[in-house]
């Protein structure tokens, strides 16, 4: 089993940043990605990134650019920086694993982008 926390969620104005962290525990061991999705009302739920054990990444096409993925040194911790947000960015968040077994979520943490 993995159990993921998010944090970092917030209200923030057009063009600002904010990052989001992720910390897994259990069997960390056993998960080989690591990412973050988001779902805003009404609609389905999206990739955000996604990083690998092995570091490779991957972008959701409408955050290319403004979103970075990182790990943190002790790997079972995964960040998303976010530069340039606008007001579509507004979802909530979740983090996600994955291992060969299963597939986990967090809870999720509220991103607002609004004036």
């Known amino acids: 089993q993995v159990q993921l926390v998010e944090s970092g969620g917030a209200l923030v104005q057009p063009g600002g940043s904010l990052r989001l962290s992720c910390a897994a525990s259990?069997?960390?061991?056993?998960?080989?990605?690591m990412g973050w999705y988001r779902q805003a009302p009404g609609k389905q739920r999206e990739l955000v990134a996604a990083?690998?054990?092995?570091?490779?990444?991957n972008y959701g096409d409408s955050v290319k650019g403004r979103f970075t993925i990182s790990r943190g040194n002790a790997k079972n911790t995964v960040y998303l920086r976010m530069n340039s947000l606008k007001p579509d960015d507004t979802a909530v968040y979740y983090c996600?694993?994955?291992?060969?077994?299963?597939?986990?979520w967090g809870q999720g943490t509220q991103v607002t982008v609004s004036s």
């Open positions: 996600n694993a994955d291992t060969i077994t299963d597939n986990y």
């Open positions: 259990g069997s960390i061991e056993s998960i080989y990605a």
């Open positions: 990083i690998t054990s092995s570091g490779r990444i």
